[in-house]
């Protein structure tokens, strides 16, 4: 079982940065792959990007590429979510989650149906 803690959303003005955190309970953290969601009002769950287990390899969705670091401490089983120069359509409610590390690395990292475990979420404002 794991379980997983986001922090670090909040409001910020158009171009802004902000990083977000997601902390995982136990002791396998690195046995998983983390990726980062965001359901944004009336919308549909999107993938922002995603990490292996190793954070060697990361895959990001097209909208954030260039704009978006993912990484990750597993000492401190928490994995990070950098934004910047950030945008009024990045407003939603983010997420992170873990998967298993499996033999497709993250090829389907962008299917939320692939994770196991979810966090509650941190809402992030974009103003403009």
């Known amino acids: 079982q794991v379980q997983l803690v986001e922090s670090g959303g909040g409001l910020v003005q158009d171009g802004g940065s902000l990083r977000l955190s997601c902390t995982a309970s136990?002791?396998?953290?690195?046995?998983?792959?983390m990726g980062w969601f965001r359901q944004a009002p009336g919308k549909e769950r999107e993938f922002v990007g995603a990490?292996?287990?190793?954070?060697?390899?990361?895959r990001y969705a097209d909208s954030v590429k260039g704009r978006f670091t993912i990484s990750r401490d597993n000492a401190k089983n928490t994995v990070y979510l950098q934004m910047n120069s950030l945008k009024p359509e990045d407003t939603a409610v983010y997420y992170c989650?873990?998967?298993?590390?499996?033999?497709?690395?993250?090829?389907?990292?962008?299917?939320?149906?692939?994770?196991?475990?979810w966090g509650q979420g941190t809402q992030v404002t974009v103003s403009s």
């Open positions: 989650a873990a998967k298993r590390t499996d033999a497709f690395g993250l090829r389907y990292a962008d299917d939320e149906k692939g994770y196991h475990y």
């Open positions: 136990g002791r396998t953290f690195s046995y998983y792959a």
């Open positions: 990490i292996d287990w190793s954070g060697g390899n990361t």
